[in-house]
């Protein structure tokens, strides 16, 4: 079993040498029609045959349409036969499937092929550019991400993206696709930290008509929506223990079957994942598997905090009120408030800036940028926060759990009329700030009649 850790790689610390090693292989035809042709592949399957959606197509008669395919999985390069007409031999021996060693040969009919794998070490250095698609930095950490991007966005290979919450991980996928080869192609976002852990398996691979009391119609999942483009499985580490397997063998075997149903569906997709967990502590804790864990990560990218790349602040803020604004002038952000911007911690990073900035330009009625609503900031356009609570709010005849649950109803009804204003009633724009998965924004709208 090959060293799986030398196969992956997280951007490393300010100030080292940062450097990546991707996992290819190399594919050379020995005897047949296209003797001496070579092709390097990135990607986690590989499919070899006459027809023309291979990744390398044969030509000789001896061939199936599909004949058979590499697969990339935790252990090394897996050689499966397609049900081919001749069968698939490798270094002699006929296989279903089978291993592959470093210059093993494949034999379709009459044609053989040399595996060769092999990595491919990149020194990452930082961009001059100051942004990248909707990503904005000028620190060191950020034009170094922004470097790593650039070199892995038109690769095949499987990313996951650390940071805490806020930190733009959606926005590095949106990037990574529109990047690749395949950013003519769907983007499907799945948030498995949204999606009710009942549903969640139908969210995924669809179902079929009848699979469970309520599927009155047959329905495609996110994989079968992605396919020929890229899945994004944000929250990754909120998935449950028994869907694990699953989602495991649809990357290896880039093929999915929906709930209820029998057959299986080829899907063609680019895999990227987001989380705010460390999965490498979470593996230890026995709540993520470890072969899915170094399936997904071969490459990982880490976001920092906002309190990490504080120079970042200046630029962001002037985007932010940009997008604000668009067709006028950029309101002032006087030196005091900069100050004020630059001296706060952003527990809520990039997301709460924006926040703070977009509230602060509302309040401000074409003025200056003064009053911004961070803790300890007050003043005449400061925005009113809520008076504590007393104890005239409390219901003594009801219990602790039930009061509890009676201002969580308060709370979340509050908070969605607050959003849905705020995102002029479009609910996929309000999903996208409150960075939830919009059918159960949905779900939420109608539990509280606020459905417009």
Same mark, same amino acid.
């Given at each position: ?16 040498? !940062?450097?990546?090693? &991707?996992?290819?292989?190399? %594919?050379?035809? =020995?005897?047949?029609?296209?003797? #001496?042709?070579?092709? *390097? /592949? ?124 806020? !930190?733009?991980?959606? &926005?590095?996928?949106?990037? %990574?696709?529109? =990047?690749?080869?395949?950013?003519? #192609?769907?983007?499907? *976002? /799945? ?262």
């Amino acid at each position: 079993m090959p060293d799986q850790l030398t196969q992956r790689t997280r951007l490393s610390p300010l100030g080292d040498r !940062t450097t990546i090693s &991707l996992s290819q292989c190399k %594919l050379v035809v =020995l005897k047949g029609s296209q003797r #001496g042709r070579e092709l *390097v /592949v990135s990607s986690d399957v590989i499919r070899v045959g006459k027809a023309e959606e291979n990744d390398l197509v044969l030509t000789e008669d001896t061939v199936s349409r599909f004949h058979f395919e590499i697969i990339r999985d935790a252990r090394g390069y897996l050689v499966r036969d397609l049900q081919s007409t001749n069968g698939t031999f490798l270094d002699g021996a006929e296989i279903r499937e089978a291993y592959i060693r470093a210059g093993s040969v494949i034999t379709a009919g009459t044609v053989q092929i040399k595996f060769q794998p092999f990595q491919e070490r990149i020194e990452i250095l930082p961009t001059e550019a100051e942004s990248l698609g909707e990503l904005i930095g000028r620190s060191t950490r950020m034009r170094e991400i922004f470097g790593l991007l650039e070199r892995i966005g038109p690769t095949e290979a499987t990313v996951v993206i650390g940071g805490e919450t806020g !930190t733009g991980k959606d &926005l590095v996928a949106r990037t %990574l696709h529109s =990047l690749s080869k395949r950013k003519d #192609g769907p983007f499907i *976002v /799945v948030d498995c930290g949204a999606v009710a852990q009942s549903l969640i398996e139908s969210e995924l691979f669809g179902h079929e008509k009848g699979a469970f009391t309520g599927a009155s119609v047959t329905r495609q999942g996110a994989f079968e929506l992605a396919n020929g483009g890229t899945i994004f499985l944000d929250e990754l580490g909120e998935l449950s223990l028994d869907l694990q397997p699953k989602l495991l063998r649809v990357l290896e075997q880039r093929e999915i079957r929906r709930v209820g149903g029998n057959r299986t569906i080829k899907v063609d997709i680019r895999v990227i994942a987001a989380t705010k967990k460390d999965l490498r502590s979470e593996v230890a804790k026995g709540k993520f598997r470890e072969d899915l864990f170094f399936r997904l990560s071969v490459v990982q990218v880490y976001l920092p905090a906002l309190r990490e790349r504080k120079e970042d602040i200046p630029a962001l803020a002037q985007e932010f009120l940009k997008r604000t604004t668009p067709d006028g002038p950029l309101p002032e952000i006087p030196p005091e408030t900069m100050d004020q911007l630059m001296a706060h911690d952003w527990p809520g990073n990039v997301r709460e800036l924006r926040n703070v900035l977009e509230r602060s330009f509302y309040l401000s009625h074409g003025g200056p940028l003064r009053f911004l609503n961070m803790p300890g900031v007050t003043g005449a356009g400061a925005v009113p926060q809520p008076a504590a609570a007393t104890t005239d709010e409390f219901d003594a005849r009801l219990s602790y759990r039930e009061n509890k649950e009676r201002q969580a109803e308060e709370f979340e009804k509050r908070y969605l009329k607050w959003l849905m204003q705020r995102a002029d009633n479009n609910i996929s724009r309000a999903a996208r700030e409150a960075d939830m998965d919009r059918k159960y924004l949905h779900k939420l709208l109608k539990k509280h009649n606020i459905l417009t």
